[in-house]
């Protein structure tokens, strides 16, 4: 059922809702009365109709109402579709979409064929952030792990580029931006323009004056532990540089900032550095060749629809898809088969002739 084949009117919605609401329950109970056969219950539809109804609908002494917002389970656990209980429906850079995801890793060495070493499929709510290190433990488990691995600003955190120095190689890839607001709105004095004392528990600020607070604590959304740090009034008060730093101060303290701890911080703060120079931009300009692997995926094995049902059927299909792009690429590398050109429209081609 579509938005766009709902009655019309707030209000007969909501009668309509309530009325589907109520025989979906009133099947419910026909097939799970004693009477009823007990296979019907064993049935996958009702068991997908009982899920549906549970996590979409509420019955109480007030009657059935539709669950929203809030009342409606974790995405995680949510059901989008009827034919497949596994997919989820995700959301990237605004387009939505309902089923799973995949991530490709390939090698890129320019004296050998580009094949592709793992394929990772999760339903589609999983963020990209979660599968860097199991992507990476996966590689090492099959002694395939790079010594640089060049991923996209989805797939990074400060705690990421720690680990993977860890596991004795570099994660290449743009730094997550300073949040602060400062940052944000280019105006003012950010994180970055304030010095950390390590050894005293301090910082300094671009006026001069040291940090009178300094305590650890779990990150409000994600539970990371972080840093918090803040100035006294007395001096953010009277700052000539006040307005470029913060609002005026009402209470004991002053300015705040907040970061990571030192080891995950200075990871970070190296990296924000490094992207700025040429070099490094330079050696992760050949993350644009991704868009290879993906263009090939979509137009040869049709890798944006899955034809099976449920993640671990898809997930077989995807690795299927990935060995058949491998075979495709060692058979051109053989044989001396060039690689394809960029794919032109025909309004760029004529201006390109032109």
């Given at each position: 059922?579509?938005?766009?084949?709902?009655?019309?009117?707030?209000?007969?919605r909501?009668?309509?809702?309530?009325?589907?609401?109520?025989?979906?329950?009133?099947?419910?109970?026909?097939?799970?009365?004693?009477?009823?056969?007990?296979?019907?219950?064993?049935i996958?539809?009702?068991?997908?109709?009982?899920?549906s109804?549970?996590q979409?609908?509420?019955r109480?002494?007030?009657?059935?109402?539709?669950?929203?917002?809030?009342?409606?389970?974790?995405?995680?656990?949510?059901?989008?579709?009827?034919?497949?209980?596994?997919?989820?429906?995700?959301?990237?850079?605004?387009?939505?979409?309902?089923?799973?995801?995949?991530?490709?890793?390939?090698?890129?060495?320019?004296?050998?064929?580009?094949?592709?070493?793992?394929?990772?499929?999760?339903?589609?709510?999983?963020?990209?952030?979660?599968?860097?290190?199991?992507?990476?433990?996966?590689?090492?488990?099959?002694?395939?792990?790079?010594?640089?691995?060049?991923?996209?600003?989805?797939?990074?955190?400060?705690?990421?580029?720690?680990?993977?120095?860890?596991?004795?190689?570099?994660?290449?890839?743009?730094?997550?931006?300073?949040?602060?607001?400062?940052?944000?709105?280019?105006?003012?004095f950010?994180?970055?323009?304030?010095?950390?004392?390590?050894?005293?528990?301090?910082?300094?600020?671009?006026?001069?004056?040291?940090?009178?607070?300094?305590?650890e604590?779990?990150?409000?959304?994600?539970g990371?532990?972080?840093?918090?740090?803040?100035?006294?009034?007395?001096?953010?008060?009277?700052?000539?540089?006040?307005?470029?730093?913060?609002?005026?101060?009402?209470g004991?303290?002053?300015?705040?900032?907040?970061?990571?701890?030192?080891?995950?911080?200075?990871?970070?703060?190296?990296?924000?550095?490094?992207?700025?120079?040429?070099?490094w931009?330079?050696?992760?300009?050949?993350?644009?060749?991704?868009?290879?692997?993906?263009?090939?995926?979509?137009?040869?094995?049709?890798?944006?629809?899955?034809?099976?049902?449920?993640?671990?059927?898809?997930?077989?299909?995807?690795?299927?898809?990935?060995?058949?792009?491998?075979?495709?690429?060692?058979?051109?590398?053989?044989?001396g088969?060039?690689?394809?050109?960029?794919?032109?429209?025909r309004?760029?081609?004529?201006?390109?002739?032109?």
């Amino acid at each position: 059922m579509d938005d766009y084949r709902f009655p019309k009117g707030e209000k007969v919605r909501v009668q309509w809702s309530q009325q589907v609401g109520r025989d979906g329950f009133f099947l419910l109970e026909a097939v799970y009365a004693s009477s009823a056969p007990a296979w019907l219950r064993e049935i996958d539809a009702v068991q997908v109709l009982r899920q549906s109804w549970v996590q979409q609908y509420h019955r109480g002494e007030r009657g059935v109402r539709w669950r929203e917002g809030k009342d409606l389970p974790p995405v995680h656990h949510r059901l989008c579709s009827p034919y497949d209980t596994d997919a989820r429906y995700g959301i990237k850079r605004g387009s939505g979409w309902t089923g799973y995801k995949t991530q490709l890793t390939e090698t890129c060495e320019p004296d050998a064929p580009h094949l592709i070493t793992q394929v990772s499929t999760t339903d589609a709510v999983v963020a990209d952030t979660e599968m860097t290190e199991p992507v990476h433990q996966r590689l090492a488990e099959r002694e395939l792990l790079p010594g640089v691995h060049v991923v996209d600003a989805g797939y990074t955190t400060a705690a990421l580029f720690v680990t993977a120095t860890e596991r004795g190689m570099e994660l290449l890839g743009p730094a997550p931006h300073d949040s602060s607001r400062q940052s944000r709105q280019d105006q003012g004095f950010s994180r970055a323009d304030f010095t950390i004392d390590w050894d005293t528990e301090s910082a300094v600020c671009p006026g001069g004056h040291r940090s009178f607070q300094w305590w650890e604590q779990k990150h409000h959304r994600n539970g990371t532990r972080v840093l918090k740090v803040f100035f006294s009034a007395e001096h953010c008060r009277p700052c000539p540089q006040q307005a470029q730093c913060t609002k005026p101060p009402s209470g004991r303290r002053g300015r705040g900032i907040t970061f990571l701890p030192r080891e995950r911080y200075e990871a970070l703060e190296a990296v924000r550095q490094a992207q700025d120079t040429d070099e490094w931009k330079a050696r992760y300009a050949i993350r644009a060749g991704v868009e290879g692997p993906i263009s090939q995926a979509v137009r040869v094995t049709g890798l944006r629809r899955t034809r099976y049902r449920n993640l671990p059927t898809t997930r077989l299909g995807h690795v299927f898809a990935a060995t058949a792009l491998n075979i495709i690429r060692i058979d051109r590398w053989l044989t001396g088969t060039p690689l394809g050109g960029t794919r032109a429209s025909r309004l760029e081609a004529r201006i390109l002739a032109a």
